[in-house]
């Protein structure tokens, strides 16, 4: 059977959540997409994670870690339907990520809202507000974090994605089904050092 490589960064990490859609998908290991940044932005379109979904923005000297699956070609369209590609949420490109267990380079496919945002989100500041279209809830970061540890990312970004500032909404159906109790993240935004946090620091 045809397959392809696709490149997880956000709550695709997890397989409880990967599998609900796409049941062949099979974790390869860890991946890095360089030149790339983590973000945040809600566009108005879906509502289903009470928060804004991630995206990747190019960002020269930036990294983004991930997961990196195989998944049977006869579930690309079930993945296009999850990332709501025709209703414009989503589209999918082709990237090269760097396979951190076999030290090779996979070509592989990956997702990027349509409505890409238009500053860094890292980089607001506590005198800045971050309304509800520039964070993600408790849960969805809850899902990055553990799909982040499932996968074996690096510590150093395991940890930075624990900082990220979130807005305290929850989706409690999500957090049981996909067994998020034990996830510990920083406190919410108004709690929670504001420091700039763009990820470039990871070797490897």
Not at 79 to 88: P, R
Not at 102 to 119: A, F, G, S, W
Not at 121 to 126: A, E, P
């Amino acid at each position: 059977m045809n397959k392809f490589f696709y490149f997880g960064y956000g709550s695709n990490m997890l397989a409880a959540r990967m599998h609900i859609r796409n049941p062949s998908a099979r974790r390869i290991g860890v991946g890095k997409l360089k030149d790339y940044r983590l973000d945040f932005h809600y566009d108005g379109k879906d509502n289903s994670w009470n928060g804004a979904p991630a995206t990747i923005v190019p960002m020269k000297g930036a990294q983004v870690f991930g997961t990196i699956w195989e998944v049977d070609q006869c579930h690309l369209k079930s993945l296009d339907e999850q990332e709501g590609v025709s209703y414009g949420i989503y589209a999918p490109i082709n990237v090269t990520v760097d396979s951190l267990n076999d030290k090779r380079n996979i070509e592989c496919r990956v997702y990027h809202l349509c409505d890409q945002p238009k500053t860094d989100v890292h980089g607001l500041n506590c005198n800045e507000e971050a309304s509800f279209c520039r964070l993600p809830s408790t849960t969805y970061l809850k899902v990055i974090v553990k799909g982040a540890e499932e996968t074996g990312l690096p510590s150093e970004y395991i940890k930075w994605l624990k900082q990220i500032r979130h807005n305290d909404n929850h989706v409690h159906e999500m957090e049981s089904k996909l067994e998020l109790a034990e996830v510990k993240l920083a406190e919410a935004i108004s709690k929670v050092s504001c420091d700039r946090l763009t990820f470039n620091s990871v070797k490897g």
